[in-house]
């Protein structure tokens, strides 16, 4: 064994050791409470949970946010917890860069810059990005990867049963098991920066003539697995828009809705992870501004007939055709639908697609906060799925609630009035599974990506 594998070695070691202690000592806490038949305060054990996970300010706080996302993964109190984790991982000193970059591009490394900053401007969960300048003068972003990320990753997907063994103690009305191997897959693909490269190639040609949305261009030979280059893109935090003119704030509203929802409809790919961080926003004289997608590390390709199901759906809710709703649901691989399960799995359906269905200008939701955003349908789903049974929910859906319940949230912070109902049929014109198949092949071919798994 190498000295490089030892050092892997322990750091797994030491990972599930901290990540065992501090999430099992709240599974042991609330396993007791069922033993000895005492009442569990729900509040306390979140806030003991949030805290274990807080702590370790590693991938597994990404874990903890996917989840946090997806109705009935965990009890309310578990999500109002976890939702306020942030990362909070310390920047790596220059000294420690030098060497990580060393490593990546050759001892030549600073040679290949104009200019590299030493200080990062931006810190994440299993990254930072620093400024640096291009000898032709391009402004860039280098995301480079924190030491021992994949030790750090195999470590908390490891405990991820712990995490859940702890919502089935409290009589769960969802099986959670594709949903854990749909979080490990795509945490696991984070990991891979020459893979994300891949997926910015990617949005460039699904976004390329679309003037709402700016998509950096990659560097390949200032990337690698664990370093990834991209353009510079000036912008600022969606939040410092929130007060602006309401012309404005729909116009964002309106790029965020088209960077998430056309590719999915077109192309089969959704970026699963809005959150404010990973977009900023542009401004151009004299004609308004947009978006800039900065980050493209949790990217889902779905099969096309799972998007041909999605658009299913929706015209069977429209037309009240409970036949194609049924088809929807079969076809994205749930089991055993009785009429009691179709309508608990129409009261989320409904709440995701209520605004799409509705034909004027109006707010995603009036009155609702976007911490709250589907926190009462989930509430209703679960309080029905309860008397049934476990229900398998298929893996995809991980990122497409999440992908849902945050564009939501976005559009509550910015108050946006649009008609969301003309925006998503303007998405789905000329709809077909074989047209969407066509796109796909082409577009994942030309950025070096596999075929989409079958369904």
Same mark, same amino acid.
């Given at each position: 064994?190498?000295?490089?594998?030892?050092?892997?070695?322990?750091?797994?070691?030491?990972?599930?050791?901290?990540?065992?202690?501090?999430?099992?000592?709240?599974?042991?806490?609330?396993?007791?409470?069922?033993?000895?038949?005492?009442?569990?305060?729900?509040?306390?054990?979140?806030?003991?949970?949030?805290?274990?996970?807080?702590?370790?300010?590693?991938?597994?706080?990404?874990?903890?946010?996917?989840?946090?996302?997806?109705?009935?993964?965990?009890?309310?109190?578990?999500?109002?917890?976890?939702?306020?984790?942030?990362?909070?991982?310390?920047?790596?000193?220059?000294?420690?860069?030098?060497?990580?970059?060393?490593?990546?591009?050759?001892?030549?490394?600073?040679?290949?810059?104009?200019?590299?900053?030493?200080?990062?401007?931006?810190?994440?969960?299993?990254?930072?990005?620093?400024?640096?300048?291009?000898?032709?003068?391009?402004?860039?972003?280098?995301?480079?990867?924190?030491?021992?990320?994949?030790?750090?990753?195999?470590?908390?997907?490891?405990?991820?049963?712990?995490?859940?063994?702890?919502?089935?103690?409290?009589?769960?009305?969802?099986?959670?098991?594709?949903?854990?191997?749909?979080?490990?897959?795509?945490?696991?693909?984070?990991?891979?920066?020459?893979?994300?490269?891949?997926?910015?190639?990617?949005?460039?040609?699904?976004?390329?003539?679309?003037?709402?949305?700016?998509?950096?261009?990659?560097?390949?030979?200032?990337?690698?697995?664990?370093?990834?280059?991209?353009?510079?893109?000036?912008?600022?935090?969606?939040?410092?828009?929130?007060?602006?003119?309401?012309?404005?704030?729909?116009?964002?509203?309106?790029?965020?809705?088209?960077?998430?929802? %056309? &590719?999915? =409809?077109? @192309? $089969?790919?959704?970026?699963?992870?809005? /959150?404010?961080?990973?977009?900023?926003?542009? +401004? #151009?004289?004299?004609?308004?501004?947009?978006?800039?997608?900065?980050?493209?590390?949790?990217?889902?390709? %779905? &099969?096309? =007939?799972? @998007? $041909?199901?999605?658009?299913?759906?929706? /015209?069977?809710?429209?037309?009240?055709?409970? +036949? #194609?709703?049924?088809?929807?649901?079969?076809?994205?691989?749930?089991?055993?639908?009785?009429?009691?399960?179709?309508?608990?799995?129409?009261?989320?359906?409904?709440?995701?697609?209520?605004?799409?269905?509705?034909?004027?200008?109006?707010?995603?939701?009036?009155?609702?906060?976007?911490?709250?955003?589907?926190?009462?349908?989930?509430?209703?789903?679960?309080?029905?799925?309860?008397?049934?049974?476990?229900?398998?929910?298929?893996?995809?859906?991980?990122?497409?609630?999440?992908?849902?319940?945050?564009?939501?949230?976005?559009?509550?912070?910015?108050?946006?009035?649009?008609?969301?109902?003309?925006?998503?049929?303007?998405?789905?014109?000329?709809?077909?599974?074989?047209?969407?198949?066509?796109?796909?092949?082409?577009?994942?071919?030309?950025?070096?990506?596999?075929?989409?798994?079958?369904?």
């Amino acid at each position: 064994m190498t000295d490089t594998e030892r050092n892997r070695l322990s750091a797994r070691a030491a990972r599930y050791a901290r990540v065992g202690a501090n999430v099992g000592g709240v599974a042991a806490r609330i396993a007791g409470a069922r033993f000895f038949g005492l009442t569990l305060d729900r509040g306390r054990n979140a806030m003991e949970l949030a805290a274990a996970l807080g702590g370790l300010k590693g991938p597994i706080m990404k874990v903890a946010q996917l989840m946090a996302t997806v109705p009935d993964a965990l009890p309310p109190e578990y999500v109002e917890e976890l939702s306020k984790l942030q990362s909070q991982a310390p920047p790596m000193g220059w000294a420690f860069v030098k060497r990580r970059m060393m490593a990546e591009l050759g001892a030549d490394w600073q040679q290949k810059f104009a200019d590299f900053e030493h200080q990062p401007a931006a810190a994440a969960s299993l990254g930072q990005v620093h400024r640096a300048r291009a000898h032709d003068g391009a402004v860039l972003a280098c995301k480079l990867q924190y030491p021992d990320m994949q030790s750090a990753v195999e470590a908390d997907l490891r405990q991820l049963g712990l995490i859940f063994a702890i919502h089935r103690r409290m009589d769960p009305a969802i099986d959670t098991t594709e949903i854990a191997k749909e979080i490990s897959a795509r945490i696991r693909e984070e990991l891979d920066y020459r893979r994300e490269a891949k997926h910015v190639a990617l949005y460039r040609a699904m976004l390329e003539d679309i003037d709402l949305i700016r998509v950096p261009k990659p560097w390949p030979e200032l990337s690698t697995g664990r370093l990834l280059t991209l353009d510079w893109l000036d912008g600022d935090p969606m939040l410092a828009h929130k007060d602006d003119a309401l012309e404005i704030r729909n116009r964002l509203a309106q790029a965020m809705f088209t960077a998430w929802w %056309f &590719p999915f =409809s077109r @192309v $089969g790919v959704i970026h699963g992870d809005p /959150h404010l961080g990973n977009y900023s926003v542009f +401004a #151009r004289d004299g004609e308004g501004g947009g978006i800039n997608l900065l980050d493209y590390g949790c990217i889902r390709v %779905f &099969p096309p =007939s799972f @998007v $041909g199901a999605v658009v299913d759906l929706y /015209h069977g809710l429209m037309t009240n055709d409970d +036949a #194609r709703v049924v088809h929807a649901y079969e076809t994205w691989g749930f089991k055993r639908l009785s009429r009691d399960l179709i309508e608990t799995l129409n009261i989320w359906a409904r709440f995701i697609y209520g605004p799409l269905m509705d034909d004027r200008v109006r707010s995603i939701a009036d009155g609702v906060k976007p911490s709250e955003y589907g926190r009462r349908q989930a509430y209703q789903v679960h309080t029905a799925l309860r008397e049934k049974g476990p229900v398998t929910v298929p893996r995809e859906f991980v990122l497409m609630d999440r992908a849902a319940i945050g564009l939501g949230a976005v559009f509550l912070h910015l108050r946006a009035e649009l008609n969301f109902y003309r925006l998503f049929n303007e998405a789905i014109e000329d709809f077909s599974v074989e047209r969407v198949a066509a796109e796909q092949a082409k577009a994942l071919a030309a950025a070096g990506l596999d075929p989409a798994p079958a369904p």
